[in-house]
């Protein structure tokens, strides 16, 4: 009897990615409808009855999915801009050490390795404002 | 019935102060609201657990699980000592909103 309401609940949940804590809110929510559905039928109601009382009182859900999902994909991007910034910090250290080698290896008597290192330096920079942005 | 965008802002309250009574469980909750309001006011349960997720997350509100019933666990939810504190903050603030609100709407 209270497959009906497994599936109404599981439907409305469809959209909302799978997490332990978003199961954890399905299993509760649908407890809590159970025992409803249990008292509107003591109190006494056809099951049927209870049942569609029980769903149509249960309302929009577009709240619940504010609070467990739309909230994880800015947390991902603001994760995936700190990994970026981590990656271009090393990329034009590494880049820049290895001006420096070529630089004071072959040409010692000129100093140039200052300007590609500038021109280096925009691509940490930028990532660093992307993940300002994000965070 | 009072249209649910006015009590929106508050429902925090109203969930926090009735967790202060006492440890409560989901549908108690939403049982206990129509009661005391006789039905004047119900709360979507939908909304319901979006308002536990907030409080939980904020750390007003703490979960365990209590005796089986029905078949099922019942999700207990009791109250922290900063959600205490939260919830005497938004009682100041509600005696001031109320005030405010009341010198334009009484009398009237």
């Known amino acids: 009897m209270m497959k009906k309401i497994k599936n109404h609940i599981e439907e409305l949940f469809k959209e909302i990615p799978r997490t332990q804590e978003s199961e954890l809110v399905k299993q509760e929510i649908i407890q809590n409808l159970e025992e409803k559905v249990i008292f509107l039928m003591e109190s006494g109601k056809e099951e049927e009855d209870a049942i569609n009382k029980a769903i149509v009182e249960f309302g929009d859900i577009d709240e619940l999915k504010k609070e467990l999902g739309v909230k994880n994909p800015d947390q991902k991007k603001s994760k995936l801009a700190k990994l970026n910034l981590a990656y271009s910090l090393c990329g034009s250290g590494l880049l820049i050490v290895l001006f420096l080698f070529i630089n004071f290896y072959y040409t010692p008597n000129t100093i140039w390795f200052v300007y590609p290192t500038f021109g280096l330096l925009w691509w940490p920079l930028s990532m660093y404002f992307y993940w300002q942005r994000n965070k | ?108």
């Open chain 2, 1 to 108: 019935m009072v249209r649910s965008d006015i009590i929106r802002g508050h429902l925090d309250s109203i969930i926090l102060r009735l967790i202060f009574e006492k440890d409560r469980y989901g549908y108690e909750i939403s049982q206990e609201i129509g009661l005391r309001t006789n039905n004047r006011f119900q709360i979507k349960e939908a909304t319901l657990y979006a308002v536990f997720q907030r409080l939980e997350k904020k750390e007003l509100v703490e979960a365990y699980f209590g005796d089986i019933t029905h078949g099922g666990k019942r999700k207990y939810y009791k109250i922290t000592s900063l959600g205490k504190a939260y919830l005497n903050e938004l009682t100041k603030e509600w005696h001031e909103v109320k005030e405010i609100i009341d010198l334009f709407m009484e009398d009237l």
